[in-house]
Structure formats: C-alpha cells, structure tokens
C-alpha cells in the first residue's frame, strides 16, 4: 500500500528584519500569495509590503531562496515548520527605527479638554459620585481623620519621655522598654511612640529611612502607637536573649 503525506494547512515559522533586531514566531496559511503574506507582515516588522523583500532560511539557518513571486502561494515555497523568513527593508528606514518608542508621537490632550468629554473614567465618577468625587464621603472620611488624630495626640500626651513602659502590640508577647521619643514623624502620619526596649526585640536603632529620632542600639528599637503603650513601673526583666 502506497503512504502519502499530507501537507498542514498551517505553517509556524519566525520572522525577522533588517530593521528590527528581534525574531517573532507566527503561523500563517500556506494559501497565501506572497503579495497577502507581505500585507500581513506589515503588522510585524513595520516595512510597507512594497517595500519589501522576503527570503527563506531554513530551520538550520541556511539560505533556501527568495520569496519574489506575488502571485504564487507560500506554500508552493519550501517552507516548513521552523524555518525563517527575513524581511529586507527598501524604504529608507533605519535598524531599530521602530523599536524606539521615544520617536512615537504620542497623543495629548489638555486637561480642560479632557474634563469636557463624557466617555471618560473621570466623567463617570463624577456622575456616580465615587472616590475623590464623593463630597460627603471625603468630608466623612478627613472628619473621622481627623478625630483619630486628635485621639492619639491625647493618648501621646500622657505618655512622657524617659517613663518605663510596656507595650501590649497585637499578635506579639508584652515588652517593657523606655519611652524615648513622643509626637509625629516623616515616615507614617499620626503620633507615635519611639521606645528603647530592654532586650533586642525592636526593629531598629531609633532610626527610619535615615532620620533619627532617638539613640539606641540596633535591634533595641520600636515606634508603636500610643494606644498600645501603657506608662508605669515596669521594672526591666531579663529574657535571656542575650545569653542566646
């Protein structure tokens, strides 16, 4: 009995350009005039197909032919899975003139022009009333803001620097420490309290992002809120970390 092979309708090869220093894996029909084929590689390489001029390499890099005839499909060419058809660019344009982006003319728009459209993000938030948009909920939020703010300045306050103390923080064991620092600072909003604690349990050493705040040493210390301090006599105790 005589086998015959049958041809895939389909055929995955990888492109390349004299004006792009990549490679591209497509699949294309082999029902394709070379003429349809160039229109399509447009979309890749960026050449306009009258521009263009195609040849095969095979899956092992070596030459096989030109693709010069319009009118014939790309499957009466040799070409297979694998192999590489490379685009020669005749426009005048340069090697990676379409890969720096920085050249692309990007579309602006002023913002008064873009706050006049009604198809936008922007104009539908406004309508709905949502996020920055939503006058009574900001005013709810900065109000509740600001009354936490006003609560933990008087939870500070009756925290004075230099008293022992002993921090209850969630999820975490009691640690007594000293009060070194009370009051705001740069790297979160709100008050806090710097503490310098007995044994090396912190996370710091009275620093963040490179501004001090108190002196300790490294691991010695902590910025906590006030409300999980309490102020008192906390005699220093021995946890044996030391020793560790």
């Known amino acids: 009995m005589e086998v015959t092979g049958v041809t895939a309708p389909t055929v995955t090869v990888f492109i390349s350009s004299s ?8 699949r294309y029909s082999r029902s ?5 084929f160039k229109c399509k590689l447009e979309l890749v390489v960026g050449s306009p197909a009258s521009c263009m ?5 095979g899956a092992d890099d070596k030459f096989y032919s030109k693709l010069d005839q319009e009118d014939a499909l790309l499957g009466s060419y040799p070409v297979d899975d694998g192999c590489r058809i490379h685009v020669i660019d005749h426009s005048g344009a340069r ?3 379409y ?4 050249k692309v003319e990007k579309y602006e728009i002023s913002q008064e022009a873009y706050d006049q459209r009604q198809d936008t993000v922007r104009s539908f938030l406004k309508r709905s009333k949502l996020g920055r948009y939503n006058e009574e909920e900001r005013a709810q939020q900065e109000a509740e803001a600001t009354q936490r703010l006003a609560e933990e300045k008087a939870q500070a306050s009756a925290i004075p620097v230099g008293s022992r103390c002993e921090v209850r923080a969630p ?13 705001l600072t740069d ?10 604690y007995d044994e090396p349990l912190g996370k710091n050493d009275g620093s963040v992002n490179g501004k001090r705040y108190f002196e300790c040493q490294a691991k010695y210390g902590a910025f906590v809120k006030p409300s999980v301090v309490t102020v008192g006599d906390f ?3 021995d946890y044996g970390l030391d020793e560790m």
């Open 53 to 57: 001029e195609l040849e095969l390499y």
């Open 187 to 196: 790297f979160k909003p709100g008050y806090w309290i710097g503490v310098r």
């Open 19 to 26: 004006l792009n220093t990549f490679r591209s894996e497509k």
């Open 32 to 36: 394709l005039t070379i003429a349809e």
């Open 171 to 183: 999820g975490q064991s009691p640690r007594r420490g000293t009060v070194m620092y009370v009051g």
């Open 95 to 97: 090697l990676g003139e």
């Open 235 to 237: 005699p220093e105790e």
């Open 99 to 102: 890969e720096d982006v920085a």
